[in-house]
């Protein structure tokens, strides 16, 4: 095939257990979609092989034999300029992986890998909620917090493809110890799983006032996660509102610093996380000039992402276009 610039591409979301895959139109429609099981913990060549099911289960469709090229999110670290996966924890199955190269052989037709939230932020440029602003600040807050950042529809990489990883960015110096190994990352003060272990540890202390979030976990502590503080929180819940309003804090914060480093025009969120925070984005804006020197922090938008659980596949697509 050669390729083109009608035709749709394959995009293509690696993740730690599944390969999600969508074939997506010139203007960001996703046409069809699939999923297949990821081999994460075998060898290189069985990882590939789950890659090339779910590719293949698209390309089988009648809309997936007019596909001209393939994008692929894959976690980092990873080289954006040679397509080389170099080392992510969730995928101990590649090391030094020339993912692109072997797709691009395997089909003949042009790969490009990236990392999934590089990538998503290019796919909410192009077509989504950042769509005709020209600085974009996109952060994903789910289980973990990842970023990008993209300048005129082109995404920044820096000097070693290594640019942007926002979510350990440190805002509190004797903060708890981040899988990173750094201390007070943003990732380890208000992503998911940060906001599941904070409501355990309340609740875990005995003069913590009765709340619905225990309750919504079915009595156990232990099973506290970041969704029951959401639900609880929804029915009025003061511990959930406690703890809503600090992550609100750490953002705050933390997005205060990312506006005096780049000045975006605009900051979007995606994932889980962001989705149950949407509600509190005029309050982060609010409290952003605190935390900024920029006298206008406030006047940029703050908006929800448009592609939701769909951002790997969009980003995917996005990057051949």
């Known amino acids: 095939m050669t390729e083109s610039k009608e035709g749709p591409v394959l995009g293509v979301d690696i993740g730690g257990t599944k ?53 692929i999110c894959a976690p980092g670290p990873l080289d954006p300029k040679t397509g080389i996966v170099l080392n992510p924890p969730n995928l101990p199955c590649w090391r030094n992986f020339p993912l692109a190269e072997k797709i691009a052989g395997k089909y003949s037709i042009p790969a490009k890998v990236d990392n999934d939230a590089n990538a998503a932020a290019l796919a909410e440029t192009i077509w989504g909620a950042a769509k005709g602003f020209r600085y974009v600040f996109y952060a994903t807050v789910g289980t973990g917090i990842g970023t990008g950042v993209v300048f005129d529809k082109v995404i920044y990489h820096g000097n070693t493809g290594s640019a942007a990883e926002g979510g350990h960015v440190t805002i509190d110096c004797n903060g708890p110890i981040c899988k990173c190994g750094k201390r007070g990352c943003i990732e380890i003060l ?75 025009d605009v900051i979007v969120m995606g994932g889980g996380v962001a989705a149950m925070l949407e509600p509190f984005f005029d309050e982060i804006k609010n409290r952003m000039p605190v935390w900024c020197v920029n006298p206008r922090a406030s006047e940029i938008p703050l908006l929800m992402a448009h592609y939701g659980a769909d951002a790997g596949i969009a980003g995917g697509a996005a990057l051949c276009v």
């Open 19 to 71: 390969v999600a895959v969508g074939i997506v139109d010139r203007h960001g429609k996703i046409l069809k979609q699939g999923r297949t099981p990821m081999s994460a913990n075998g060898t290189a060549e069985e990882g590939f092989a789950s890659v090339v099911a779910a590719i293949d289960s698209m390309l089988a469709i009648p809309e997936g034999r007019m596909v001209q090229s393939i994008g």
């Open 190 to 264: 208000a992503s998911g799983t940060a906001i599941g272990a904070r409501a355990r540890a309340l609740l875990s202390k005995k003069d913590t006032m009765a709340s619905a979030i225990l309750d919504l976990a079915g009595g156990d502590i232990s099973s506290v996660r970041s969704e029951h503080v959401a639900k609880a929180y929804s029915d009025g819940d003061a511990l959930a509102a406690e703890i809503l309003l600090e992550t609100v804090d750490f953002l705050s914060i933390w997005l205060g610093n990312i506006v005096d480093i780049l000045d975006p």
